[in-house]
């Protein structure tokens, strides 16, 4: 490693000092990548370092480097190696891969909430791609109803949407927008009821 800083030292260039600080963050060597940040003028990078620093754990940092460059799957396991499951969850809510939240909580990692929250984002993953049986399916293990009722509409399902209208209580918010829904298509039976 002092060979290398040493030769872009001597032969300074924002590409090279960028090659140094990831030899240096694989290292775990956070005075080298530090400086060769500074050197690429890679704010971003002075920042993950000092962030770096912070951590208590050997392990950590290795696990932080790895999902830095990307390598997640390995990330996760040194946080599953240490007991650490909520950082693994955390891991994996960052980038947005609820599949794996769910299954990470599944296996003894978090809590309820935490298990509606991911569902409920799985199913708005397939509500934005216009695959509504399958959200149905998610909004239903998280029991947001408002989003089961747009859905049910969108598929037609009226059958559903009259079940979930029955199991709802009594002056609930949610039965004008569902007797909006029947009146909209002409149903007009369901759409009384809603309203009364």
Known sequence: ???????????PHPRLWRIVA???LEQLNFGV???????????????FVKRLKKLDDKVKQKAEVSAYFKRFDEAEQLYREIDRKDL??????????WFRVVQLVQSGGGDDSLLSLSWN?????????????KAVHYYAQAKNVERLVDC???LEDYD????????????DPLLTN???????????????????
């Open 88 to 97: 693994a969850i955390e891991l994996r809510m960052r980038l947005g891969d």
């Open 160 to 171: 559903s949407l009259e079940k979930l209208m029955s199991s709802l209580g009594e002056g």
């Open 1 to 11: 490693m002092k060979d290398a800083y040493q030769f872009v030292e001597d032969n």
């Open 152 to 154: 049910y509409y969108i």
């Open 121 to 133: 984002k799985i199913g708005d993953y397939y509500a934005d791609r216009q695959k509504w049986s």
């Open 178 to 196: 569902i007797g909006e829904k029947f009146a909209s298509v002409g149903i007009s039976e369901h759409a009384v009821k809603a309203y009364l």
């Open 33 to 47: 990548a530090d400086k060769a940040f500074v050197m690429s003028s890679d704010y971003q990078g002075i920042q």
């Open 22 to 24: 990831e030899a240096a």
